[in-house]
């Protein structure tokens, strides 16, 4: 019998190790199985061509350890695998590196796999093995004690200035764990639907895992910054005293998910570059209905709601789905023109689910787009990071031949020039709105903060030669 030499071989008289037993793979050799395959069947060398780990039976013992998963780590295609292209051949993107902003890796070259991150739809899931397993002993996350300038921010978590930027340094770039678990803790969901802490944990460090480091913009710090803006919406007294728990519970989960595995590029660079989400999709909502489907596969994944009835987990998703949706800008006057006829009306009942699901909806788009509402130390900083994306693009545009989208050229566009219009056009109505349903100090306080970054930006966009 031919032996593979890169494979270890155990002894047919020892038993096989738990961790083997447990592994999910794609190949099941049982009592009768694997002799026929050691015996006649395909080589070892054959089998290591193949995809996927071993599970053998526990009442089988008298097997060799095989251990298949090699291909399964590869990098890129192999050399049986044609490379998939765009329609448009011309096109050819590289989304490992869009946004590596320390300048092409030469192979090899050391640091190349923590700067260069492929899209979750391009690669396979890559995420630290303890994240996928149980680990083997009890986390005691609890009793885990925060250090002192987190202790002390978290007080003020509800805090309207609170800055998410300092805070992700005080908890060492682990801003949207440590931030999302405190509050699910706050509002007590942790024991109304009785989450697994473990479990709990390990979604918020896959979650955060599956945010793009190298965005500029959209990565696991807005992320956070959204999910400590929905808190305090939903400390508002309009929301806090109609709300269910399970409201609640969506409205987090949305914020926290809601830009999950974002490119860092907007969907019309997708569709046209022939991306396969654009065609999955069919070019509609496309980004989000991606992030939503990314934030089931986390969900069951990590089996936070498997203790739920499934048709309350399927009710919870679909739910869920409609929140992340929200947030297509290009349908925003869709849900805000639904928004202003109810108030106009003054029919708006917090009592009716659909009625408090379009609140919802409201809330998610407030708290995405809220940066300009922010205090000017906060919202200058987020303006700066998405005008850094914009450009990028435009410049990844122009390296391929491609028109340059709007807003995303350097040479034409500017910061302050962006952000005015962003405001005006968008933001400024969508927070009048809300002002009327939720007429709160918050409220006022916002549409302040909004007036003087407009002023500021206009300021700046009647100079000449403004830098961005």
């Not at 885990?144 to 509800?158: A, F, I, P, R, W």
């Not at 770039?173 to 009785?194: P, Y």
């Not at 896959?206 to 400590?228: E, F, G, K, R, S």
């Not at 998405?386 to 566009?413: I, N, Y």
């Amino acid at each position: 019998m031919e032996v593979c030499p890169q494979l270890p071989v155990l002894p047919l008289d020892r038993p096989v190790p738990q961790h083997v037993l447990r592994r999910r793979g794609a190949i099941s050799l049982g009592p009768g199985a694997w002799g026929s395959a050691l015996f006649g069947g395909p080589s070892p060398r054959q089998l290591c061509k193949r995809r996927g780990g071993v599970s053998y039976t526990s009442a089988d013992q008298a097997v060799l350890y095989l251990h298949l998963l090699g291909d399964v780590r590869q990098r890129g295609p192999g050399p049986s695998e044609p490379e998939q292209r765009a329609p448009h051949s011309h096109v050819q993107v590289d989304y490992q590196s869009l946004h590596c902003l320390q300048g092409p890796v030469r192979p090899g070259a050391r640091g190349q796999r923590s700067r260069c991150r492929r899209l979750s739809f391009q690669r396979f899931l890559k995420n630290p093995h303890l994240l996928r397993q149980q680990p083997p002993g009890p986390l005691h996350l609890v009793d885990q004690e925060y250090t002192g300038q987190v202790k002390c921010m978290l007080n003020k978590v509800d805090s309207w200035d609170f800055d998410i930027f300092l805070f992700d340094r005080f908890t060492n770039g682990n801003s949207l764990v440590t931030l999302t678990f405190h509050l699910f803790l706050q509002l007590g969901l942790t024991r109304l639907f009785r989450l697994d802490p473990i479990k709990l944990h390990r979604f918020l460090v896959m979650v955060q895992a599956d945010y793009h480091q190298l965005n500029p913009y959209h990565n696991y710090l807005h992320a956070a910054d959204v999910t400590q803006a929905m808190y305090c919406y939903l400390r508002e007294p309009q929301l806090a005293e109609t709300l269910s728990s399970c409201d609640m519970l969506l409205a987090l989960v949305a914020a926290v998910t809601h830009d999950l595995d974002h490119p860092g590029v907007n969907q019309g660079f997708l569709v046209r570059t022939g991306h396969h989400l654009a065609a999955l999709y069919k070019n509609s909502s496309v980004l989000e209905s991606h992030h939503w489907r990314c934030a089931v596969s986390l969900l069951r994944e990590s089996a936070l709601l498997d203790h739920l009835p499934p048709i309350d987990r399927l009710n919870l998703e679909e739910r869920l789905g409609s929140l992340i949706l929200a947030t297509d800008i290009s349908q925003q006057n869709r849900y805000l023109a639904r928004f202003r006829e109810h108030l106009d009306r003054g029919d708006l009942s917090m009592a009716e689910p659909s009625h408090r699901h379009l609140v919802l909806q409201m809330t998610m788009k407030c708290a995405d787009i809220c940066n300009p509402c922010r205090v000017w130390r906060l919202s200058s900083q987020w303006s700066s990071r998405v005008t850094t994306e914009f450009f990028h693009q435009g410049d990844v545009e122009k390296k391929h031949g491609m028109a340059v989208s709007p807003l995303c050229d350097r040479l034409s566009d500017s910061t302050a020039h962006i952000q005015a219009g962003f405001i005006r056009h968008v933001v400024e109505p969508l927070f009048r709105e809300w002002r009327r349903f939720s007429c709160t100090s918050l409220s006022h306080r916002m549409l302040a903060h909004l007036q003087t970054n407009l002023d500021r930006w206009m300021a700046r966009s009647q100079r000449p030669e403004t830098t961005s």
